[in-house]
């Protein structure tokens, strides 16, 4: 399972367990607030995983939700290859980082 903002500490792919992945929360956040993460894990060479509970455009009354423009401008951000950012499932990643693993070991 994945741990939920442990010490906001990107994964990192040659040391993190992959069955504890921390995950970074996208509710109630901003852009600009999301943006530093990825720049915190792009700069470690490390990767997040983001979660969220509802998608909404406004934060509903339990403030689990994530701003649909929030996440229409993360995607856009992702998508971009200047950013270098890789979209992907955890399980994918996962996959990938064990692979390289094994290959390293």
Known sequence: GRVHKDGEIPNAP?????????SWPLDKKTFEQVQLDLDKALNAGGWLILTGHDVAPQLLKDGLTTNSAVLEDLCRYAADPAHGIWTDTAAAIGSYIVKRRTRQS
């Not at 040659?14 to 921390?22: E, I, Q, T, V, W």
Request: no cysteine; net charge positive.
């Open 14 to 22: 040659a040391r993190s367990d992959l069955a504890r992945a921390n």
